[in-house]
């Protein structure tokens, strides 16, 4: 099998990747990194040969002999590279641009404040507990999730932009799923759940689950 996803059953970035390759219909090997077992695998040497920013995940696509890193480059790699399954980002470019926007939105501003590492600077560093850190979590997300919110008024259909999948609702899944996990009030956001539960009707999300991967647990 040509592809490899390095990564961790509840990282929201691997998660994320999981449903583009599954919308894809593309086979790959999953290769679990334990980001808490040892102090972290994604710290040790064999890991950090093909990531040293020590972060998941990592895809390796060995028929071209390419790695790469962070979820978004490669989610695009492979709709660029890959005609099978569906698209995941529009023709028209300024279509295109607007569900960029709402990827990152997600990707770069919500997921990497309430990412495991911040989450352990903060306890290590100003002592704090699972429940103060959980507080951080819920007003991190709440705060993006307004944004969003407002956001899909204009834009939302079953999915994100209309009906028609893309990276917008691979990224807001697995957000919502954290969203879950901190106990994020989600009837406050009734678009992003509506267009969270349609895709998890769908057998691609239902896949990329965190609890039906292998290092679940």
């Given amino acids: 099998m040509s592809l490899k996803l390095y990564g961790y059953w509840r990282s929201s970035a691997s998660y994320r990747v999981r449903i583009a390759l599954n919308l894809k219909q593309l086979d790959y090997e999953i290769v679990p990194v334990h980001l808490v077992k ?22 390796v696509d060995e028929d071209e002999d390419i790695i790469l890193n962070q979820s978004l480059a490669i989610i695009e790699y492979l709709d660029e590279r890959y005609d099978s399954g569906m698209p995941l980002l529009p023709e028209h470019k300024l279509q295109r641009a607007r569900v960029r ?51 899909l008024q204009t834009t939302a259909g079953k999915y994100c932009f209309g009906f028609d999948l893309s990276l917008a609702d691979v ?19 009734p678009l992003i759940s509506r267009i969270a539960a349609n ?19």
């Fill in 38 to 59: 040892e102090g972290g695998e994604q710290h040790l040497s064999p890991y950090t040969r093909l990531n040293p920013a020590e972060l998941v995940p990592t895809l």
């Fill in 101 to 151: 926007a709402l990827a990152y939105d997600i990707a770069a501003d919500i997921q990497p404040l309430v990412n495991l590492r911040v989450l352990q600077y903060i306890q290590q560093q100003y002592g704090v507990d699972d429940e103060e850190k959980a507080q951080w979590c819920r007003h991190w997300i709440g705060k993006g999730f307004s944004a969003i919110e407002e956001r």
């Fill in 171 to 189: 990224c807001l899944v697995p957000q919502v799923f954290n969203a879950q996990r901190f106990a994020v009030q989600m009837e406050d956001f």
């Fill in 199 to 217: 895709c998890n009707k769908l057998e691609a999300f239902e896949r990329a689950l965190p609890e039906n991967q292998p290092d679940a647990g």
